[in-house]
């Protein structure tokens, strides 16, 4: 019986074969989003910035760039390419059914690269989000400079950083994608040699968790987000203010006009950062009689969070009364940097040739708090040491309005 169950598995095999070399090799299936995977299908040779030529493409052996698709039973589609680590498409259902493409982005690889476009568009940034002030950390009393990019700040690792560079892949399945990044003693002049990962999974509650890891050899800063633009509306040619914002947050962390943190915590109540209560993102933005909406040019802020760590209670909610789609963000970290769009200004082509215009989308960035390693905040440390692991946790959880 044996030997003929070897036989009978062994014709079946067979046919198979014969079966699948006369059949025409299936194309692949289109994503909702339209995007086409060969656009992403590139080397990246480097860049190179220098203060008087801005970015250059750089000389070399490159890196292989591609596109990865997560899929769930609901249909819902995340986009992301290992260039930065970027989430280049959300589709998720609206209030009729109907999937919208729900961030901003670009259709292929090339546009993300920096000599072709400079934007932070759905990346996985890093060493440090946000700003450092006047580049400068100070480690066992050596003070560092690191590169100055924003009014004379350190914004997202430098013009460098590694939104702009290639993660590695470790993992890709239907459902998950982990990242991997080098970061070698004295990348955009921070110290140690770090390795960091971002696993982006895909839930079947229509969740999109991300979960940043990393480890260093030498006392450093770290501090990574993700950087997508949302737009609820699944169209970029209307902006955002019209969204409903609920930010769970007493306080804020103001600014002086080049967007560096003062080192106050202010309360939200009685001023237009109160968003305790759901209200429309452009309720009050062009209050610049406010002067923190004027520092910011809009809102470009860090909250300081009421959720105390716990990732079980929304941080921030959005909702947009066109499509009906809510945005949920959980987290542990303690702020999230909310950043209206406001620089964005009809130079830039995104996706479906859509110029994108002033606050056609809206940054919910969990992280530390801006300039945390010169900061006398408790709540908010920056600082990794040898030995130690750094994590960090954030949900954008997409719904429908009941």
């Not at 260093?216 to 969204?243: A, R």
Request: proline letters at 5%; a negative charge; hydrophobic letters at 35%.
């Amino acid at each position: 019986m044996k030997n003929l169950k070897s036989i009978l598995i062994g014709s079946a095999a067979t046919v198979a074969i014969l079966c699948s070399c006369q059949q025409a090799p299936k194309e692949a299936e289109a994503l909702k989003s339209g995007l086409n995977p060969e656009d992403f299908n590139v080397t990246y040779a480097g860049a190179e910035y220098d203060d008087s030529l801005g970015y250059t493409a750089a000389e070399g052996e490159g890196k292989q760039v591609a596109l990865y698709t997560l899929k769930n039973a609901n249909g819902m589609e995340v986009s992301i390419t290992n260039f930065g680590g970027r989430i280049v498409s959300i589709m998720v259902p609206d209030k009729d059914g109907n999937f919208q493409d729900v961030v901003l982005g670009f259709d292929k690889a090339e546009d993300y690269f920096p000599f072709n476009n400079t934007s932070d568009f759905g990346a996985a940034i890093g060493r440090y989000a946000n700003r450092i002030n006047q580049g400068q950390i100070t480690v066992d009393d050596e003070t560092i400079q690191l590169p100055q990019n924003n009014f004379g700040h350190c914004l997202h690792g430098g013009p460098l950083g590694w939104q702009y560079q290639v993660y590695e892949v470790e993992e890709a399945t239907e459902t998950d994608l982990t990242l991997l990044m080098h970061s070698p003693d004295g990348d955009g002049n921070f110290p140690g040699n770090v390795e960091a990962s971002v696993t982006y999974s895909l839930t079947e509650n229509n969740e999109i968790v991300i979960s940043y890891y990393a480890t260093t050899d030498k006392k450093t800063v770290i501090n990574m987000t993700n950087h997508s633009y949302f737009n609820l509306n699944g169209d970029p040619n209307e902006p955002i203010t019209n969204h409903l914002l609920t930010i769970n947050a007493d306080n804020f962390t103001p600014v002086d006009d080049t967007y560096m943190t003062t080192g106050e915590i202010a309360p939200v109540a009685g001023t237009p950062m109160d968003f305790r209560k759901a209200k429309e993102v452009g309720a009050e933005i062009d209050n610049f009689d406010y002067v923190q909406l004027k520092n910011g040019n809009g809102y470009d802020h860090n909250w300081v969070l009421n959720t105390q760590n716990d990732i079980t209670i929304p941080a921030v909610k959005v909702e947009s009364p066109k499509t009906g789609i809510v945005l949920e963000v959980f987290t542990d970290e303690p702020g999230i940097q909310v950043y209206s769009g406001n620089f964005l200004d009809g130079t830039v082509t995104g996706k479906k040739g859509i110029v994108y215009q002033q606050r056609t989308g809206l940054c919910l960035e969990t992280q530390k708090y801006p300039d945390s390693p010169n900061k006398d905040w408790a709540e908010s440390n920056a600082w990794l040491n040898p030995g130690e692991e750094y994590s960090s946790y954030c949900c954008f959880k997409f719904s429908v309005a009941k």
